[in-house]
């Protein structure tokens, strides 16, 4: 009965998230054609199933991420599978249509689709076509349609880099009934931190299922994707410029970012800004606030097609593109990660920390506690709450070189703290991905 009525008012539900969307400046992203909707109702073209064919034996394993982050996220558990002689076939879902192109690039991944409308027949159509044996859902991807028939059908059932956090409890707790037996179809489950794990297990996952293995995203090598960036920001005139970056801004944020710098180039008119917004449809919001700051600005899909820079030359590089902040980061002094000024819960504080780079942050860390607090205690990451305090900490590490290399240093060491997860979720959810081995 629960999941029938569940069926009956998931309509209301996705309006509701789409209109989030929109509200959040996000339309772009959802911005999809007649091969798309194919897709989201189950029914993905026969051809692009074909890539299955090569090695019809091998079993298949579904895995979803809701966009870009959550795919990446995959990155290192794509890697170890990929080392392992009886890999299967797997075909990633996502959300959105940036993870699907993203989900595209990531080696590994044989099939990348849009996840299909969790409603019956949608699942029911995408099932029947794919055949998975497993289904693995990242992070915070619990939908209860698709885990219901996965189960009918069989498949093994697994969580990584399970997360939830206390807000997202909150509302889960109050159909606890219904959760409850949705976690306890989980074979296994992954999860980031003991918290995670006792909120899951508080709504109905099994206490054997359930491991707490730490987060993939931390597994993510030290070496630059891009290796022509240097060359890219010659381009832009920055040849010995301090560079600084603020990476997966959200909205209210660049306003308070661009003042901070803005300040601190008074004092040094060299210094220059990489600015990524968290979601790339949301650069022309950006563009308009930087345009009002007075700050020369150039697209990075403009520098990759060759553009010139203004002829007032550029004071900021905007992102644009998915997947180079890593690379970007590795040219900064010092890194501001974003959702943390804004009640949003941060998002990927070692990222520019395993690169030495010093990181910036505001109070709102519930997403990234634990490395939050770590940063702070090496000295490797400092909390900021306005323009004013952002401006003085780099004022202060571009007036001593040797301060900001000790902070970077402290930041790099406490990344390699965070270190290890891939191996404990490969091991703990060996049944679900290689279900032919399973007892």
Request: charged share 20%; proline share 7%.
């Given at each position: 009965m629960?999941?029938?009525?569940?069926?009956?008012?998931?309509?209301?539900?996705?309006?509701?998230?789409?209109?989030?969307?929109?509200?959040?400046?996000?339309?772009?992203?959802?911005?999809?054609?007649?091969?798309?909707?194919?897709?989201?109702?189950?029914?993905?073209?026969?051809?692009?199933?074909?890539?299955?064919e090569s090695h019809p034996a091998r079993s298949v394993l579904w895995i979803h991420a809701a966009s870009v982050g959550e795919a990446l996220a995959t990155a290192p558990l794509l890697a170890a599978l990929s080392r392992r002689k009886e890999r299967p076939r797997i075909v990633m879902t996502t959300s959105t249509v940036p993870g699907r192109e993203k989900a595209r690039t990531l080696p590994g991944?044989?099939?990348?689709?849009?996840?299909?409308?969790?409603?019956?027949?949608?699942?029911?159509?995408?099932?029947?076509?794919?055949?998975?044996?497993?289904?693995?859902?990242?992070?915070?991807?619990?939908?209860?349609?698709?885990?219901?028939?996965?189960?009918r059908r069989g498949l093994r059932l697994g969580l990584a880099n399970g997360r939830m956090t206390s807000r997202a409890f909150g509302r889960y707790r109050l159909l606890h009934g219904f959760f409850s037996g949705i976690l306890s179809l989980l074979d296994r489950a992954a999860l980031q931190t003991q918290d995670d794990a006792r909120r899951y297990q508080a709504l109905g996952l099994r206490d054997e299922a359930a491991l707490v293995a730490g987060n993939m995203k931390y597994d993510v090598g030290e070496t630059?994707?891009?290796?022509?960036?240097?060359?890219?920001?010659?381009?832009?005139?920055?040849?010995g410029a301090p560079v600084w970056a603020a990476g997966s801004t959200r909205r209210g944020e660049e306003e308070i970012l661009l003042e901070a710098h803005k300040a601190a180039a008074r004092k040094r008119p060299d210094l220059r800004l990489i600015l990524a917004p968290r979601h790339p449809e949301r650069c022309g919001e950006a563009a308009d606030l930087l345009k009002r700051a007075g700050l020369g600005f150039l697209r990075w899909s403009e520098l990759e097609a060759g553009a010139a820079p203004p002829s007032g030359g550029t004071d900021c590089l905007l992102v644009d593109g998915l997947g180079v902040l890593g690379s970007l980061y590795a040219w900064a002094f010092a890194a501001f990660v974003g959702g943390t000024?804004?009640?949003?819960?941060?998002?990927?504080?070692?990222?520019?920390?395993?690169?030495?780079?010093?990181?910036?942050?505001?109070?709102?860390?519930?997403?990234?506690?634990?490395?939050a607090e770590a940063l702070r205690r090496s000295g490797g990451g400092t909390l900021v709450e306005d323009a004013t305090q952002i401006e003085t900490l780099l004022a202060g590490w571009l007036d001593s070189p040797v301060?900001?290399?000790?902070?970077?240093?402290?930041?790099?060491?406490?990344?390699?703290?965070?270190?290890?997860?891939?191996?404990?979720?490969?091991a703990h959810l060996e049944p679900v991905l290689f279900p032919s081995k399973a007892p």
């Open positions: 629960t999941l029938f009525l569940y069926q009956l008012f998931f309509p209301f539900v996705a309006a509701a998230v789409l209109f989030k969307f929109l509200l959040a400046g996000r339309g772009a992203s959802l911005r999809e054609g007649l091969e798309d909707l194919r897709q989201r109702l189950g029914l993905p073209r026969e051809e692009l199933l074909r890539v299955f991944v044989d099939l990348a689709l849009l996840a299909p409308v969790d409603l019956r027949p949608c699942v029911s159509a995408f099932l029947e076509r794919l055949r998975p044996s497993s289904l693995l859902l990242i992070e915070t991807e619990l939908w209860p349609m698709t885990l219901h028939l996965a189960r630059p994707a891009h290796d022509d960036t240097s060359g890219k920001l010659a381009k832009l005139g920055w040849a000024l804004v009640p949003v819960g941060g998002h990927n504080l070692l990222e520019p920390a395993r690169l030495g780079c010093p990181v910036l942050f505001g109070p709102h860390t519930a997403n990234t506690q634990e490395p301060r900001r290399a000790d902070a970077g240093e402290a930041a790099r060491r406490t990344a390699r703290e965070f270190t290890g997860a891939t191996a404990r979720t490969l």
